[in-house]
Structure formats: structure tokens, C-alpha cells
């Protein structure tokens, strides 16, 4: 096993079928099959300590196991190790709450964004301004 060479199994491919290969796949590079793609999420600290902490031999696979579910929604599999499947059950809360907040803000944000009566924008006040208003309007 140490001398385990990738490439070794490319060496009877012509430069035709692999450019053929790479042609098919350029398409779809950076895509999921069944969903679409997030932007992103907050990758929180916890998440680093947790695949830290854990074998060498595992720490790809946690990875992985955690950028799936984050961008696709994709459950690990069911021979996912237990080690990697304890911390997921932690970061599948931690995800699907960011998750919520970020499509809720993703909505509100095009949902506040209508006009008003009068063809301006509305601006919402806080109480604090609203407040201050009725204590100036008081003293005169």
C-alpha cells in the first residue's frame, strides 16, 4: 500500500477518452445531482474541535460527512463510524437552526422590500426613537 499511485489506473487511458471524460464532467463540476448548491454556512469552531479530536484516519471523512449535509441536506451513510455519526447528531442541530434563520432572513428580505401606499419605502421604527418623539413633543 505504500506504493498506491492514483494515476497508475489512468496509464491505459488515450488522451481522447480522458479529454472526452473531462468534457462530460465540466457541466456538472460543482453541482449536486438531486439539490441545489447553499452559497455557504457558518463553519463554527465546534465543528474544527470535534473532527480535531478525532483519529487521523477519520478526520476526512467527518469532513466530508459534515460539507454534505451542510450544501446538499445528504444524511451520512449507514456505515458512517460511530465516532464521525456522535458529532454529526451535535452539527445536524447546529446546521438545520442556521439553516432556518439564514432561508427566513432570505425571505424576509424580499418580502420587506415592497412599496408603500404612497410609492416610498417603508422604514420601520424602533421604540426607542418612537419614545424619544413623544418626550420632545411633551416638553414643548
Known amino acids: 500500500m505504500d506504493n498506491y499511485d492514483p494515476l497508475h489506473m489512468l496509464g491505459d487511458m488515450s488522451e481522447e477518452e480522458l479529454q472526452e471524460y473531462c468534457d462530460k464532467q465540466a457541466p456538472n463540476f460543482g453541482q449536486h445531482p438531486r439539490r441545489p448548491m447553499r452559497e455557504g454556512f457558518v463553519f463554527l469552531i465546534s465543528y474544527y474541535e470535534a473532527i480535531k479530536l478525532m483519529p487521523q484516519r ?78 420632545k413633543v411633551g416638553k414643548k
Not at 102 to 125: C, H, I, L, M
Open 58 to 135: 477519520l478526520r476526512f471523512r467527518a469532513l466530508k460527512v459534515l460539507l454534505h449535509y451542510a450544501f446538499f441536506r445528504e444524511l451520512p451513510p449507514e456505515n458512517t463510524p460511530s465516532r464521525i455519526m456522535q458529532s454529526f447528531v451535535g452539527w445536524k442541530r447546529l446546521l438545520d437552526a442556521d439553516a432556518k434563520k439564514y432561508d427566513k432572513r432570505k425571505n424576509d428580505r424580499f418580502a420587506s422590500k415592497t412599496p408603500a401606499d404612497n410609492g416610498q419605502e417603508t422604514k420601520p421604527q424602533n421604540s426607542k426613537s418612537r419614545t424619544r418623539n413623544k418626550q
